[in-house]
């Protein structure tokens, strides 16, 4: 079955940086979009950056545009998220997701499959 398993996450001072991966496994890795979705208290999950099934195309939500990079590896079936410049504001569960969509800004109703989830906790 597939499995999606982050690692990365953590507890760090605003203005910090952390690198979330997501092994994946179960599934042609190169056949799925790739997305890094978050979920804070309270919130709706959104979307904060996406990932073409080549790399070719990417997408950032404007709240992290600048600060955070999108990655993927197809050999080593992983997708990564390097999010630099913290704020408090990222504080959150972050989730890998993996979509048959074509696009990279994807949509919750556009998910496949889901990761079990990595916290991010930025202090101020």
């Known amino acids: 079955q597939v499995q999606l398993v982050e690692s990365g996450g953590g507890t760090v001072q605003a203005g910090g940086s952390l690198r979330l991966s997501c092994a994946a496994s179960?599934?042609?890795?190169?056949?799925?979009?790739m997305a890094w979705f978050r979920q804070a208290p309270g919130k709706e999950r959104e979307c904060v950056a996406g990932?073409?099934?080549?790399?070719?195309?990417?997408y950032y939500a404007d709240s992290v545009k600048g600060r955070f990079t999108i990655s993927r590896d197809n050999p080593k079936t992983t997708v990564y998220l390097e999010a630099n410049n913290l704020k408090p504001e990222d504080t959150a569960v972050y989730y890998c997701?993996?979509?048959?969509?074509?696009?990279?800004?994807?949509?919750?109703?556009?998910?496949?499959?889901w990761g079990q989830g990595t916290q991010v906790t930025v202090s101020s």
């Open positions: 997701a993996v979509s048959q969509s074509m696009r990279s800004n994807l949509r919750l109703g556009d998910v496949n499959y």
């Open positions: 990932i073409t099934r080549t790399g070719s195309s990417k």
């Open positions: 179960g599934l042609t890795f190169n056949t799925y979009a």
